[in-house]
């Protein structure tokens, strides 16, 4: 319990971190959002006058504190562009971003964890030569790139996929689903590529030491130790790679969902960045961040579960 608390305090402490430098960071980059507003033509007075209503007037401190409160009430703060609550924008934005990211985890470790054992296994067999070749490609091909071939291969040569053919998931969701699994794809098979080579070198490292031995002589099979044994030591570096998988996943499925025209976070965050808005930038980056380390959070509770030995004095 103490391990647990130590690491949420952290992950909180890092939240908070992350939401100032980034708040700081976006009063610091040049560009008047009142101006953006109004246009260049704009009189003093008037600029004045939205910079007064949008806060802008206020000290730094002021405004960092009010937007953490209202933050963590669920309230981000109102667009300066679109004059709407941020969280209305985002309703039904971040839902679809987070789903696609996580099913490009679930794809990644499918493909990813069976890989590394079975390649493990049978290491220096033609099957595993082939797989570890096939890996280098695939960790060399970026995901728009992957993004744009399986499209054209599945979509226009093979017809198992309808490019621009997204159907929400307010219309239906198994359709919604259908439609991600080539962009997860996309995302997932270079993830999942290092992951199967980083399993693998682990499991053979493993198989190497000494209880590796001692359980062989004690008359159990290769499947036995492997399972048994081995993995649940093999995968503790592996735990890592999966946290800060996340991140790569969320910055892949903004670029995914370019490439497919997927109405997630990136088109309004790329609209916002290009028109100053900063409170839809926040929310989001913020959002993000908090994914993330939650997700970390939950790495190194599982970390702690394999190996309790992590964490004491």
């Given at each position: 319990?103490?391990?647990?608390?130590?690491k949420?305090?952290t992950?909180?402490?890092?939240?908070l971190?992350?939401?100032?430098?980034?708040?700081?960071?976006f009063?610091?980059?040049?560009?008047?959002?009142?101006?953006?507003?109004?246009?260049?033509?704009?009189?003093?007075?008037?600029?004045?006058?939205?910079?007064?209503?949008?806060?802008l007037?206020?000290?730094?401190?002021?405004?960092?504190?009010?937007?953490?409160?209202?933050?963590?009430?669920?309230?981000?703060?109102?667009?300066?562009?679109?004059?709407?609550?941020?969280a209305?924008?985002?309703?039904?934005?971040?839902?679809?971003?987070?789903?696609?990211?996580?099913?490009?985890?679930a794809?990644?470790?499918?493909?990813?964890?069976?890989?590394?054992?079975?390649?493990?296994?049978?290491?220096?067999?033609?099957?595993?030569?082939?797989?570890?070749?096939?890996?280098?490609?695939?960790?060399?091909?970026?995901?728009?790139?992957?993004?744009?071939?399986?499209?054209?291969?599945?979509?226009?040569?093979?017809?198992?996929?309808?490019?621009?053919?997204?159907?929400?998931?307010?219309?239906?969701?198994?359709?919604?689903?259908?439609?991600?699994?080539?962009?997860?794809?996309?995302?997932?098979?270079?993830?999942?590529?290092?992951?199967?080579?980083?399993?693998?070198?682990?499991i053979?490292?493993?198989?190497?030491?000494?209880?590796?031995?001692?359980?062989?002589?004690?008359?159990?099979?290769?499947?036995?130790?492997?399972?048994?044994?081995?993995?649940?030591?093999?995968?503790l570096?592996?735990?890592?790679?999966?946290?800060?998988?996340?991140?790569?996943?969320?910055?892949?499925?903004?670029?995914?969902?370019?490439?497919?025209?997927?109405?997630?976070?990136?088109?309004?965050?790329?609209?916002?960045?290009?028109n100053?808005?900063?409170?839809?930038?926040?929310?989001?980056v913020?959002?993000?961040?908090?994914?993330?380390?939650?997700?970390?959070?939950?790495?190194?509770?599982?970390?702690?579960?394999?190996?309790?030995?992590?964490?004491?004095?």
């Amino acid at each position: 319990m103490r391990y647990v608390l130590k690491k949420t305090a952290t992950m909180l402490a890092t939240l908070l971190v992350v939401s100032l430098l980034l708040f700081v960071a976006f009063q610091l980059i040049s560009g008047d959002p009142a101006t953006r507003i109004l246009g260049t033509g704009a009189t003093p007075e008037s600029l004045a006058v939205l910079r007064s209503e949008l806060g802008l007037d206020r000290p730094l401190v002021t405004r960092y504190l009010s937007w953490l409160l209202s933050f963590a009430q669920g309230d981000p703060g109102v667009s300066y562009v679109y004059n709407q609550p941020v969280a209305t924008l985002l309703a039904t934005k971040i839902p679809v971003t987070l789903v696609l990211a996580a099913l490009s985890f679930a794809f990644m470790c499918a493909m990813g964890i069976p890989t590394g054992i079975i390649c493990a296994k049978y290491a220096g067999s033609p099957v595993d030569r082939i797989v570890m070749v096939a890996n280098q490609v695939i960790m060399a091909t970026p995901p728009f790139f992957s993004g744009i071939l399986l499209s054209w291969v599945l979509g226009m040569g093979l017809h198992l996929f309808t490019p621009g053919g997204y159907v929400s998931y307010e219309t239906s969701v198994p359709r919604f689903l259908g439609y991600l699994v080539v962009p997860c794809l996309a995302i997932a098979l270079p993830r999942a590529a290092q992951l199967a080579k980083l399993l693998r070198g682990s499991i053979l490292e493993e198989a190497g030491k000494n209880y590796v031995r001692t359980a062989y002589s004690r008359g159990n099979n290769t499947s036995g130790v492997l399972f048994g044994h081995v993995l649940k030591n093999a995968f503790l570096p592996a735990l890592t790679f999966l946290g800060m998988s996340l991140g790569t996943m969320l910055a892949g499925s903004l670029v995914v969902e370019r490439v497919f025209g997927i109405p997630g976070v990136s088109s309004i965050l790329l609209a916002s960045i290009g028109n100053r808005d900063y409170p839809v930038i926040l929310a989001i980056v913020v959002l993000i961040a908090a994914v993330i380390v939650v997700v970390n959070l939950l790495v190194d509770i599982l970390y702690k579960v394999l190996d309790p030995r992590i964490g004491e004095e």
